[in-house]
Protein backbone atom coordinates (compact mmCIF):
# COMPACT_ATOMS: atom_id res chain seq x y z
CA UNK A 1 0.00 0.00 0.00
CA UNK A 2 1.39 3.13 -1.11
CA UNK A 3 0.23 6.87 -0.44
CA UNK A 4 -0.43 8.53 -3.98
CA UNK A 5 -0.78 12.45 -4.56
CA UNK A 6 -3.97 12.89 -5.40
CA UNK A 7 -6.19 9.78 -3.36
CA UNK A 8 -6.86 10.10 0.44
CA UNK A 9 -6.47 6.66 0.96
CA UNK A 10 -3.29 4.45 0.58
CA UNK A 11 -3.70 2.91 -3.37
CA UNK A 12 -2.63 -0.94 -3.45
CA UNK A 13 0.13 -2.29 -5.83
CA UNK A 14 2.02 -5.71 -6.31
CA UNK A 15 -1.38 -8.12 -7.02
CA UNK A 16 -1.97 -9.78 -10.19
CA UNK A 17 -5.28 -9.85 -11.11
CA UNK A 18 -6.68 -12.71 -13.12
CA UNK A 19 -9.76 -12.47 -15.43
CA UNK A 20 -11.41 -13.92 -18.14
CA UNK A 21 -12.08 -13.17 -21.38
CA UNK A 22 -15.16 -15.29 -23.20
CA UNK A 23 -14.18 -16.36 -26.85
CA UNK A 24 -16.84 -15.43 -29.32
CA UNK A 25 -18.78 -18.28 -30.70
CA UNK A 26 -18.23 -21.10 -28.19
CA UNK A 27 -18.28 -21.79 -24.57
CA UNK A 28 -14.86 -21.25 -23.69
CA UNK A 29 -12.92 -18.44 -22.16
CA UNK A 30 -9.13 -17.08 -22.45
CA UNK A 31 -8.02 -15.86 -18.77
CA UNK A 32 -5.36 -13.23 -18.79
CA UNK A 33 -3.38 -11.64 -16.09
CA UNK A 34 -2.55 -8.02 -15.07
CA UNK A 35 -1.43 -5.88 -12.57
CA UNK A 36 -3.22 -2.74 -13.96
CA UNK A 37 -6.97 -4.10 -14.04
CA UNK A 38 -8.18 -0.47 -15.26
CA UNK A 39 -6.56 -0.76 -18.64
CA UNK A 40 -8.03 -3.62 -20.14
CA UNK A 41 -10.75 -0.97 -21.35
CA UNK A 42 -7.83 -0.41 -23.73
CA UNK A 43 -7.30 -4.04 -24.34
CA UNK A 44 -6.96 -4.66 -28.70
CA UNK A 45 -6.13 -8.30 -28.36
CA UNK A 46 -5.09 -11.30 -26.64
CA UNK A 47 -1.68 -12.57 -27.17
CA UNK A 48 -0.22 -16.03 -26.47
CA UNK A 49 3.19 -17.83 -27.08
CA UNK A 50 2.79 -19.81 -30.69
CA UNK A 51 4.30 -22.87 -28.96
CA UNK A 52 1.98 -22.74 -25.78
CA UNK A 53 0.03 -25.55 -26.00
CA UNK A 54 -2.54 -24.44 -23.36
CA UNK A 55 -3.88 -22.18 -26.12
CA UNK A 56 -3.34 -24.02 -29.66
CA UNK A 57 -6.79 -24.43 -30.45
CA UNK A 58 -7.84 -20.79 -30.00
CA UNK A 59 -5.32 -19.28 -32.24
CA UNK A 60 -7.28 -16.99 -33.88
CA UNK A 61 -10.21 -16.91 -32.07
CA UNK A 62 -11.93 -13.53 -31.26
CA UNK A 63 -12.69 -12.83 -27.74
CA UNK A 64 -15.81 -10.43 -27.14
CA UNK A 65 -14.83 -7.75 -24.54
CA UNK A 66 -17.67 -7.37 -21.70
CA UNK A 67 -17.43 -3.82 -20.90
CA UNK A 68 -16.81 -2.11 -24.33
CA UNK A 69 -18.00 -5.27 -26.93
CA UNK A 70 -14.88 -5.17 -29.03
CA UNK A 71 -13.98 -8.14 -30.34
CA UNK A 72 -10.50 -8.79 -29.45
CA UNK A 73 -8.25 -11.53 -32.10
CA UNK A 74 -6.13 -14.34 -30.04
CA UNK A 75 -2.41 -13.84 -31.57
CA UNK A 76 0.60 -15.73 -31.59
CA UNK A 77 3.99 -14.04 -30.43
CA UNK A 78 6.98 -15.48 -29.61
CA UNK A 79 7.85 -12.18 -26.85
CA UNK A 80 4.96 -14.14 -24.74
CA UNK A 81 6.23 -15.30 -21.81
CA UNK A 82 4.81 -18.36 -21.18
CA UNK A 83 5.25 -18.49 -17.71
CA UNK A 84 4.63 -15.46 -16.37
CA UNK A 85 0.41 -15.31 -15.11
CA UNK A 86 -1.91 -17.50 -16.93
CA UNK A 87 0.73 -17.56 -19.76
CA UNK A 88 -1.85 -15.46 -21.58
CA UNK A 89 -1.44 -11.85 -21.65
CA UNK A 90 -3.75 -8.36 -22.43
CA UNK A 91 -2.23 -6.33 -25.25
CA UNK A 92 -3.09 -2.63 -24.31
CA UNK A 93 -0.68 -0.77 -26.66
CA UNK A 94 -1.34 2.83 -25.81
CA UNK A 95 -0.17 1.86 -21.98
CA UNK A 96 2.60 -0.17 -21.93
CA UNK A 97 5.62 -0.28 -23.79
CA UNK A 98 5.98 -3.89 -24.82
CA UNK A 99 2.24 -3.96 -25.49
CA UNK A 100 3.06 -0.96 -28.22
CA UNK A 101 6.21 -3.34 -29.86
CA UNK A 102 3.81 -5.62 -30.12
CA UNK A 103 0.89 -3.66 -32.01
CA UNK A 104 3.78 -2.66 -34.32
CA UNK A 105 4.59 -6.21 -35.13
CA UNK A 106 0.52 -6.91 -35.70
CA UNK A 107 -0.93 -4.03 -37.05
CA UNK A 108 -3.38 -3.34 -33.96
CA UNK A 109 -5.20 -0.04 -32.59
CA UNK A 110 -3.93 1.77 -29.64
CA UNK A 111 -6.84 3.33 -27.42
CA UNK A 112 -5.54 5.56 -25.34
CA UNK A 113 -7.81 5.20 -21.77
CA UNK A 114 -5.67 7.40 -19.54
CA UNK A 115 -5.56 11.04 -19.98
CA UNK A 116 -2.54 13.02 -18.85
CA UNK A 117 -4.54 13.93 -16.26
CA UNK A 118 -4.79 10.48 -14.76
CA UNK A 119 -8.38 10.52 -15.14
CA UNK A 120 -10.36 7.57 -17.61
CA UNK A 121 -10.83 9.10 -20.83
CA UNK A 122 -14.70 8.92 -22.58
CA UNK A 123 -13.04 5.77 -24.67
CA UNK A 124 -13.80 3.81 -21.69
CA UNK A 125 -17.83 4.89 -21.07
CA UNK A 126 -19.88 6.74 -19.26
CA UNK A 127 -19.25 4.91 -16.07
CA UNK A 128 -15.39 5.44 -15.80
CA UNK A 129 -15.23 9.05 -17.91
CA UNK A 130 -13.58 11.12 -15.72
CA UNK A 131 -12.47 8.71 -13.05
CA UNK A 132 -9.28 8.38 -11.47
CA UNK A 133 -7.22 5.74 -13.13
CA UNK A 134 -6.78 3.90 -9.41
CA UNK A 135 -10.71 4.92 -8.33
CA UNK A 136 -11.73 3.32 -11.52
CA UNK A 137 -9.31 -0.50 -10.71
CA UNK A 138 -11.64 -0.95 -7.91
CA UNK A 139 -14.55 -0.27 -10.30
CA UNK A 140 -13.16 -2.61 -12.79
CA UNK A 141 -12.74 -5.27 -10.59
CA UNK A 142 -16.19 -4.82 -9.08
CA UNK A 143 -17.91 -5.19 -12.44
CA UNK A 144 -15.68 -8.25 -13.41
CA UNK A 145 -17.01 -9.98 -10.28
CA UNK A 146 -20.03 -8.99 -11.02
CA UNK A 147 -20.05 -10.50 -14.66
CA UNK A 148 -18.75 -13.39 -12.72
CA UNK A 149 -15.38 -12.79 -15.00
CA UNK A 150 -13.04 -12.11 -11.74
CA UNK A 151 -10.74 -15.21 -11.58
CA UNK A 152 -8.64 -14.62 -8.54
CA UNK A 153 -5.73 -12.14 -7.25
CA UNK A 154 -2.42 -13.06 -5.73
CA UNK A 155 0.90 -11.13 -4.56
CA UNK A 156 3.22 -10.28 -7.12
CA UNK A 157 6.64 -8.62 -6.79
CA UNK A 158 6.84 -5.23 -9.39
CA UNK A 159 9.03 -2.80 -10.36
CA UNK A 160 7.24 0.79 -9.72
CA UNK A 161 8.21 4.08 -11.49
CA UNK A 162 7.12 6.78 -9.25
CA UNK A 163 8.29 10.53 -10.19
CA UNK A 164 10.90 11.85 -8.23
CA UNK A 165 9.35 15.21 -8.05
CA UNK A 166 5.74 14.83 -7.64
CA UNK A 167 5.57 11.35 -5.46
CA UNK A 168 2.86 9.93 -8.17
CA UNK A 169 2.82 6.77 -10.11
CA UNK A 170 4.38 6.75 -13.71
CA UNK A 171 1.49 6.68 -16.47
CA UNK A 172 2.56 5.13 -19.84
CA UNK A 173 0.68 7.14 -22.45
CA UNK A 174 1.14 7.78 -25.91
CA UNK A 175 2.84 11.16 -26.78
CA UNK A 176 3.83 12.65 -30.03
CA UNK A 177 7.85 13.60 -29.58
CA UNK A 178 10.50 14.58 -31.87
CA UNK A 179 13.72 13.21 -32.20
CA UNK A 180 17.24 14.26 -33.73
CA UNK A 181 19.18 12.06 -35.79
CA UNK A 182 22.39 11.89 -34.14
CA UNK A 183 24.60 8.89 -36.33
CA UNK A 184 26.99 10.84 -37.98
CA UNK A 185 27.25 13.24 -34.69
CA UNK A 186 28.00 10.41 -32.64
CA UNK A 187 30.73 8.54 -35.34
CA UNK A 188 32.26 11.94 -35.16
CA UNK A 189 32.66 11.74 -31.45
CA UNK A 190 33.84 8.21 -31.30
CA UNK A 191 36.26 9.17 -33.93
CA UNK A 192 37.55 12.66 -31.91
CA UNK A 193 38.83 10.52 -29.15
CA UNK A 194 40.39 7.46 -31.20
CA UNK A 195 42.43 10.47 -33.59
CA UNK A 196 43.50 11.56 -30.12
CA UNK A 197 41.56 14.85 -30.64
CA UNK A 198 39.43 14.63 -27.32
CA UNK A 199 40.61 12.64 -24.24
CA UNK A 200 38.20 10.70 -21.80
CA UNK A 201 38.95 11.06 -18.08
CA UNK A 202 39.27 9.13 -16.53
CA UNK A 203 40.83 7.03 -19.38
CA UNK A 204 38.58 3.87 -18.50
CA UNK A 205 35.69 5.33 -19.34
CA UNK A 206 36.72 5.62 -23.34
CA UNK A 207 35.45 2.08 -23.63
CA UNK A 208 31.67 3.33 -22.12
CA UNK A 209 31.89 6.24 -24.27
CA UNK A 210 32.78 3.69 -27.74
CA UNK A 211 29.63 1.89 -26.32
CA UNK A 212 27.26 4.41 -25.72
CA UNK A 213 27.79 6.34 -29.16
CA UNK A 214 28.23 3.11 -31.14
CA UNK A 215 24.55 2.09 -30.01
CA UNK A 216 22.92 4.84 -30.62
CA UNK A 217 19.00 4.02 -31.92
Known amino acids: MLSVPGYENKVEFGTMVSFAYPIEGQDGEVTV?????????????????????????????????????RLLPVITDAAVDM????????VTPAHDH????????????????????????????????????????????????EKKLLRGTKDHAMTLPVCSRSGDIVEPLLKKQWFMRCNDMAKRAVQAVEDGHLEIIPQFYTKTWKNWLSNVR
Open 98 to 145: ADFLLSQRHSLPRLTVIAGDGTMTPLCGQWLEGVKRFDARQRVLDALA
Open 33 to 69: STTRPETMLGDVAVAVHPDDPRFQSIHGQQCRHPFTN
Open 83 to 90: ELGTGAVK
